[in-house]
C-alpha cells in the first residue's frame, strides 16, 4: 500500500487510514464515515495487528488509534509504530476522559487525542487541505 500521492480526485482515493479498535461497531461507524469522504480504509482489531501490517509493509496516511484493546493497547502500540519509523498522523480515539490517559497516549507518540465517536468534521481536520473541500 502506497499513500498520499495525488490524481485527479484531489489525492482522496489515494489516502490511505488505517482504524484500529476492538469493537467491531466502533470500527463499522469510523469506517463509514472515513468511506464517506472517499477515502480508503482499512482495519485493525488491535495494535498488534497494526504494527504486523506496518512489518509486512502497509502504509497510512493517517491512524485511527483505540485505547484499550486487548493482546496490545493503542499506547503500546503507538510506541512500537514510532520504534519502526512509522511517520503516519496517528491519531487517539479514546472514550477515556482522564488527561493521564492522554499524557500516556502523547508520550507514547501520537499527533493528536479525541475523544470517541469520530465525526466527519473530527475526521476532516486531520486531512491535509486538498482532501478537506
Given amino acids: 500500500m502506497t499513500g498520499?500521492?495525488?490524481?485527479?480526485?484531489?489525492?482522496?482515493?489515494?489516502?490511505?487510514?488505517?482504524?484500529?479498535?476492538?469493537?467491531?461497531?466502533?470500527?463499522?461507524?469510523?469506517?463509514?464515515?472515513?468511506?464517506?469522504?472517499?477515502?480508503?480504509v482499512q482495519e485493525a482489531k488491535n495494535g498488534k495487528e497494526a504494527?504486523?501490517?506496518?512489518i509486512n509493509g502497509a502504509y497510512f496516511d493517517l491512524i485511527f488509534m483505540d485505547m484499550e484493546m486487548p493482546i496490545m493497547n493503542g499506547p503500546t502500540a503507538t510506541r512500537?509504530?514510532?520504534a519502526m519509523g512509522v511517520k503516519s498522523n496517528?491519531?487517539?480515539?479514546?472514550?477515556?476522559?482522564?488527561?493521564s490517559a492522554h499524557k500516556d497516549f502523547i508520550e507514547a507518540g501520537v499527533n493528536h487525542?479525541?475523544?470517541?465517536?469520530?465525526?466527519?468534521?473530527?475526521?476532516?481536520?486531520?486531512l491535509p487541505d486538498s482532501n478537506n473541500k
Avoid: Q, Y
Wanted: proline share 1%.
Fill in 4 to 40: 498520499g500521492e495525488e490524481n485527479s480526485d484531489g489525492g482522496k482515493t489515494n489516502f490511505h487510514v488505517l482504524v484500529v479498535d476492538d469493537s467491531i461497531v466502533v470500527r463499522m461507524v469510523h469506517k463509514m464515515l472515513i468511506t464517506s469522504l472517499g477515502l480508503k
Fill in 51 to 54: 504494527v504486523d501490517l506496518h
Fill in 80 to 82: 512500537e509504530l514510532r
Fill in 90 to 99: 496517528i491519531v487517539s480515539v479514546t472514550s477515556c476522559t482522564f488527561e
Fill in 113 to 126: 487525542c479525541v475523544s470517541k465517536p469520530l465525526t466527519i468534521a473530527m475526521i476532516s481536520s486531520f
